[in-house]
DNA sequence: TTGACATATTCCCATATAGGAATGTTATCG
DNA sequence: CGATAACATTCCTATATGGGAATATGTCAA
């Protein structure tokens, strides 16, 4: 399986760029799917895919407008997203867990480094 | 193409609910991977698989002690996805955006309800 | 060195899904 | 009604990847 039980939830829909970049576009103001495609530079068909994952999961409203659709990104949404990033929060801003941390590396000098990851801090 | 281009970066990376579940579980200490295998009642090589995506886009740390590998969440790696989610944070804060939306929804009342999405406001 | 433990990697399979092409659907207008 | 515009859906293909089994790698202890 490609990806676990929820497939559809906001975590999932944000992870596409292309879903990102439709939310920032529809952020401000609403639009027709065709000023989307022409927007991000996709196929229509594509957007309108992107569009019903957004819809779905509540990123998007959706209001017709004679032979448009006006689509708006639903702030509101991404709030689980935030509050879940938010938890971590405390462990960033505090500098004397980062020094603690280095503080315990020093002690113990056997560790290999990661060819993979930098630390960066 | 199952997810496009970046396949590997923190938004990718948080959108798999057993990571997420990874983060939070090393939130506070460090733990070796077998601890986090009975946490999670999960296989070890899967777990190991997780850990390595996770470490791969920054989002933990790893150290060597004796025979375990002991891994941590590098909060750190969060605030970009944060940040990003703070971009929506004054449109879902804005009670005079809500009203504005719901004004203009008034002057159309031919819109269709969604029947996939039901509206919160 | 051998054995045991801890972790990582490889192989396989099933599923999810992005994109593109073709087609279907819905609404407006003459 | 018929044509057209605007979207949505379906079908197809390629790829990504999660989980499990088997195997490999690495480390310590005796």
Known sequence: ??????????????????????????????????????????DQPSVSKHLRVLHEVGLVRMRRNGRHKLYQTRADGIRPLHEWASTFERYWSSQLLRVKQRAEQMAQPDQKKSTIHKEKE
Do not use: C
């Open 1 to 42: 399986m490609a990806r676990a039980a929820t497939t559809s939830d906001v975590f999932n829909a944000v992870a596409e760029p292309r879903r990102r970049q439709i939310l920032i576009l529809l952020l401000d103001r609403e639009r027709p799917v065709t000023e989307i495609v022409q927007a991000i530079r996709l």
